[in-house]
């Protein structure tokens, strides 16, 4: 792996990027309107609503949306031919999802920092541990919706098909993940079913976040978030054909 070809790579998806108007403001607004949205709802009905399910929602929103975006994004690169002229050219594979992945990764950064700073500032979301640490965990949650786009964009054939992933592999992970049922009130096999889910340790850091100023268990949450996405980019470069849909 070649830390050239990856910024290169890096650099031209974020060209790309800038150039799609649309795309770049679902990805950089979209979850703070849904938030805003949200807070808006309850702000006359229970404010409270806000405070108890705000933090979850700061794991949910960047990771659907990145998940969305990303795995549509990457099959119309496969199916256009962009990936594999790229592999004509002297780049490994990781390379080129690494570099796919750092793109999307700077676009999480701002997306996060947008989103929490929102909910945390004007949307007065109670946090009790270190707003930055809110961030990192955005951060990482978003880029977990990005590794595991990547990785299914490699099971579609078309843009609609990637579009059907969302109900296997996001939806079941937004029930379970403790959002609608504390996790450890779900029935047994859900409750292991959540365990082995990512967006639920997600979901748990930003909880322990909001409620206390400790980060040790935030921190043991987030390292399980960052080694499912750096899986998930390992399995989608074992999957990267060379031949195009």
Do not use: K, N
């Amino acid at each position: 792996m070649s830390a050239r070809v990856t910024v290169a790579v890096a650099a031209r998806v974020l060209t790309q990027l800038r150039r799609d108007h649309r795309t770049m403001a679902m990805l950089l607004l979209l979850p703070t309107l849904l938030v805003v949205l949200l807070w808006w709802m309850f702000s006359d009905v229970d404010p409270e609503v806000f405070d108890r399910v705000g933090p979850a929602l700061l794991a949910i929103f960047p990771f659907t949306v990145m998940f969305l975006v990303t795995s549509v994004t990457t099959l119309r690169e496969r199916t256009g031919g962009t990936l594999e002229r790229l592999m004509v050219a002297p780049t490994a594979r990781l390379d080129l999802l690494g570099g796919y992945a750092l793109a999307f990764g700077l676009v999480a950064v701002v997306q996060s920092l947008v989103t929490v700073l929102v909910s945390a500032g004007p949307l007065g979301l109670e946090i009790a541990g270190p707003v930055w640490m809110l961030v990192l965990v955005a951060v990482v949650d978003a880029l977990l919706g990005t590794s595991l786009g990547l990785f299914v964009s490699a099971f579609a054939r078309s843009e609609f098909q990637a579009v059907q992933f969302m109900p296997a592999v996001v939806i079941p992970q937004l029930l379970l993940c403790g959002l609608f049922v504390p996790r450890d009130a779900l029935p047994p096999v859900l409750a292991t079913v959540s365990d082995v889910l990512p967006l639920s340790y997600a979901v748990d850091a930003m909880s322990t976040l909001s409620t206390s100023s400790g980060t040790g268990a935030a921190w043991r949450d987030l390292a399980v978030v960052a080694g499912f996405a750096v899986a998930a980019v390992l399995l989608g470069a074992a999957t990267l054909r060379r031949r195009t849909a």
